[in-house]
């Protein structure tokens, strides 16, 4: 348990750091200038970072003591862990969620969504638009949401599900309440960690989405990860659907079960590798899988087998 002040903030922004002191000062900059009409809280976890992250996190904390608390792992924990540490600490009625290499643009962020959950009692998580850049070309923005993909202001777990929305997370806030108190193993070690934790909260309530770009998304070459093998991030995959569906009691299998593209991705990367037997046992697993493409076309494999196979001679 930390604490800091005897008030409890309205809102908690809970900001997780690793080896981003090229980063961070942005970062914290963009959460400083939030202008609100209600007390907040920083708490930043930094996990063990090898560079001068911590010792940055810390000059801000002198300089902002009232505001900034700092926590400073002495052993790393990974991502998940101390992204579920860092929103356990945390006091606010309201968190939302930060990653030390991104920086919000809109000043009124945490204003408009801690607004939008008091006219909103129906909901349980809010978040925004977002544009993410590369560092050599800042000027060239992606939008996040077009009217392509824009999903509607109010949407439940079922239709977060059967749509697959993709929630920015570090433009996201959620009621205290809504956070689980208990994961399984298997969470801790998923890449798709932020998907699990949004479908684990809407089970509380509903999602609201507020149509206004809030974050830049920086995208380099240190960004937090969990794996540079493709195979492995496949079965990451397959065993967080599986675990999912297990988690919401199989209501969802239709879509959960709906495996077929890991398995074909998967049984081609072992194609690649030269690991014919585990290729074998992926694709007869995206055969039989349910609900493939219309246009599955099986004459498409046996080139790629083709090639994969003259490519190991």
């Not at 800091?4 to 980063?23: A, D, H």
């Not at 009217?147 to 929630?167: A, M, S, T, W, Y």
């Not at 809504?178 to 089970?203: C, E, G, R």
């Amino acid at each position: 348990m930390y604490l800091w002040n005897m008030y409890k903030p309205k809102v908690s922004v809970s900001l997780i750091t690793y080896n981003q002191e090229k980063y961070i000062a942005a970062c914290l900059n963009s959460i400083i200038s939030q202008i609100i009409d209600f007390d907040f809280e920083v708490v930043i976890a930094d996990d063990c970072s090898k560079d001068k992250t911590p010792e940055i996190i810390a000059d801000y904390a002198l300089k902002y003591p009232k505001l900034i608390k700092p926590i400073l792992r002495k052993a790393n924990l990974g991502l998940v862990q101390n992204a579920v540490k860092t929103i356990e600490a945390c006091t606010g009625q309201y968190i939302a969620l930060m990653e030390g290499d991104d920086f919000w643009i809109d000043n009124h962020k945490l204003q408009i969504q801690a607004d939008y959950l008091d006219k909103n009692k129906d909901c349980v998580i809010c978040f925004t638009n977002e544009y993410a850049f590369y560092e050599d070309s800042p000027d060239k923005k992606l939008i996040f949401f077009t009217d392509q993909n824009r999903p509607p202001e109010k949407f439940d777990l079922g239709f977060l599900i059967n749509h697959n929305v993709k929630i920015p997370n570090n433009t996201k806030m959620f009621r205290r309440e809504a956070q689980p108190t208990n994961f399984p193993d298997w969470y801790f070690v998923s890449v798709n960690w932020d998907w699990v934790l949004h479908i684990m909260q809407a089970q509380k309530g509903k999602i609201g989405y507020i149509d206004q770009i809030t974050l830049a998304y920086r995208r380099h070459p240190g960004a937090l990860h969990m794996s540079n093998d493709y195979s492995a991030f496949l079965h990451n995959g397959i065993v967080t659907m599986n675990g999912v569906n297990k988690y919401l009691n199989y209501k969802y299998k239709s879509r959960l079960n709906n495996l077929w593209w890991e398995y074909h991705q998967l049984a081609f990367a072992y194609l690649n590798d030269g690991r014919f037997t585990n290729f074998l046992r992926y694709y007869i697993k995206y055969l039989l899988s349910p609900n493939k493409p219309d246009d599955f076309k099986l004459k498409d494999d046996f080139w790629l087998l083709r090639r994969g196979l003259l490519k190991k001679q």
